[in-house]
C-alpha cells in the first residue's frame, strides 16, 4: 500500500491498514514540516512529478495508492491520478467532507488565495489569517493588504521575512472553541481567512467566528477531478481497501508474523 499523506487521515489510515500484519503501508509525505510523524514505514520529498511517482510504483509495485493528501495539495493528486493510470495500479481518493455554512455564518465564499487577498481590506482590518505558511505571502505583498494588522496562524514558521505589521502564531490543532473565542478577542480580530479545509481539526474557528459575528473569507476547494473513487471516512477507505486487495491476502487484523 502507498498512503500519499500530510494529514491526519492519512495518518490514521496508515495506522489502522498497518494493524493488518499481512500489509506493508508506506506513507509518503512532502517532508515540508518537521513535526507530526506518522506511524508506520515513512518515505519523505517528492517524487520527481508523474514520471517520477509512475517509477517508483513500478519500482514498488504497491496492490492500492491512497492519496489522502490534503484537499488544497493539487499538484500531488494530479500526479497520483497520472502515475497511477500509467502503470495500472487502483487508486482511492481519500478526502475529508468540506465544511458547509449553518445559520449565523457570514460566509463570503472566493476561489482562490489571490481573491482572498483582494477581498480582505473590503472586509476587516485586523484578519487572522489560517492559509498556512506558503500562501501567506500573497496576504503580506498585496498591495491593498499593507495597511492591515495580520495575524498570521501557521504549523511552521514563515520561511519568508514577515512585515512588522504581522504577527506570526504558531500552533498545530485540534482546537478548542474556548481557545479560539480567546484569540479571536485577545487579537481583535474582524475577519478571518481560511481554506474550506474541512474537517473536525479546525472547525473550532467558524463556530467561534459565528458566535462572536465575524466574517468569514473562505476560499472554495480547487475543483476534484472527474471519475475518481472518493471516499470522506477513513474508516470507509480501510473498508474499500481491504475489499479491493487482489483474492487470498485476507486481512487478519493484530497477526504477528513477519510482513509477506
Ligand atoms: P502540492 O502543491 O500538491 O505538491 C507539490 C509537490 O510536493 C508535488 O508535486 C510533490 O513533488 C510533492 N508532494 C506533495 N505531497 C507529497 C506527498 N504526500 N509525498 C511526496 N511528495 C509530495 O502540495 P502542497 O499543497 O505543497 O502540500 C504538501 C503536503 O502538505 C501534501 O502532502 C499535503 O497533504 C500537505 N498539506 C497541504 C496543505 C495545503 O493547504 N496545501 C495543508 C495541510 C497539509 P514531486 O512532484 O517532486 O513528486
Not at 14 to 41: D, I, N, Y
Not at 230 to 237: I, K, N, Y
Request: charged share 20%; proline share 8%.
Amino acid at each position: 500500500m502507498l498512503v500519499l499523506g500530510g494529514t491526519g487521515e492519512g495518518h490514521r489510515l496508515a495506522e489502522l491498514l498497518g494493524a493488518h500484519r499481512h500489509l506493508r503501508v508506506v506513507t509518503s509525505l512532502a517532508g515540508r514540516t518537521t513535526q507530526h510523524r506518522p506511524e508506520g514505514e515513512v518515505r519523505r520529498g517528492g517524487f520527481g512529478g508523474a514520471p517520477g511517482l509512475a517509477r517508483w510504483l513500478h519500482a514498488n509495485a504497491p496492490a492500492i495508492v491512497v492519496d489522502a493528501t490534503h484537499p488544497f495539495a493539487v499538484q500531488i493528486s494530479r500526479n497520483a491520478l497520472a502515475a497511477t493510470e500509467l502503470v495500472g495500479c487502483p487508486l482511492l481518493r481519500l478526502q475529508r467532507e468540506a465544511w458547509r455554512p449553518t445559520a449565523g455564518d457570514r460566509w463570503l465564499s472566493v476561489p482562490d488565495v489571490a481573491a482572498a487577498a483582494d477581498l480582505l481590506p473590503d472586509v476587516g482590518r485586523r484578519p487572522l489569517v489560517t492559509t498556512g505558511r506558503l500562501d501567506l505571502a500573497a496576504f503580506t505583498t498585496h498591495p491593498r493588504c499593507s495597511a492591515l494588522h495580520l495575524v498570521a496562524r501557521c504549523v511552521e514558521p514563515p520561511t519568508d521575512t514577515v512585515p512588522a505589521r504581522t504577527t506570526v502564531l504558531l500552533a498545530r490543532g485540534p482546537y478548542a472553541v474556548a481557545g479560539e473565542l480567546d484569540l479571536l478577542r485577545e487579537h481583535r480580530i474582524d475577519v478571518l481567512v481560511t481554506k474550506n479545509s474541512g474537517g473536525d481539526d479546525t472547525r473550532a474557528k467558524l463556530d467561534a467566528a459565528r458566535e462572536l459575528g465575524l466574517s468569514v473569507i473562505m476560499i472554495d476547494r480547487p475543483p476534484a477531478p472527474r471519475g475518481l473513487v472518493t471516499l470522506p471516512s477513513v474508516a470507509g477507505a480501510e473498508q474499500w481497501v481491504l475489499g479491493a486487495l487482489p483474492r487470498g491476502s485476507s486481512p487478519a487484523r493484530g497477526r504477528q508474523s513477519p510482513v509477506q
